[in-house]
Nanobody
Framework: QVQLVESGGGSVEAGGSLRLSCAAS???????????MGWFRQTPGKGREGVAI???????RHADSVQGRFKISLDNAKNIMYLQMNSLKPDDTAMYYC????????????????????WGQGTQVTVSS
């Protein structure tokens, strides 16, 4: 069982930056059979959407809405996944969740925002105008 713990959320003004972190508790991503990891977000009344995904060897895909502003990365040595968020907009306000899955069809996971096997508890990001 993979337990994911997010941190780094908070409140910022538009144009600001935040970095989210996601750590796996008790296991490493590689030994747990996790191949694909990602960030997803959800706001009240809207469905969950994919933000960015990364596979175990570092290949990434970002949603069009965050391309050029957000960057997903993975530190295998520390077993932590990050989401660097720059130029934040009020529309980025959401609960952000990290997820992990054994699938090797990693790019497609971005388009299947509820499919991942393992989920963190979420961290709130609020961007004020």
């Amino acid at each position: 069982q993979v337990q994911l713990v997010e941190s780094g959320g908070g409140s910022v003004e538009a144009g600001g930056s935040l970095r989210l972190s996601c750590a796996a508790s008790g296991v490493t991503f590689s030994t747990a059979g996790v191949y694909c990891m990602g960030w997803f977000r959800q706001t009240p009344g809207k469905g969950r959407e994919g933000v960015a995904i990364i596979d175990i060897i570092g290949r990434t895909r970002h949603a069009d809405s965050v391309q050029g502003r957000f960057k997903i990365s993975l530190d295998n040595a520390k077993n932590i996944m990050y989401l660097q968020m720059n130029s934040l907009k009020p529309d980025d306000t959401a609960m952000y969740y990290c997820a992990a899955d054994p699938t090797q069809l990693c790019p497609q996971l971005l388009d299947r925002p509820t499919a991942a096997n393992y989920w963190g508890q979420g961290t709130q990001v609020t961007v004020s105008s």
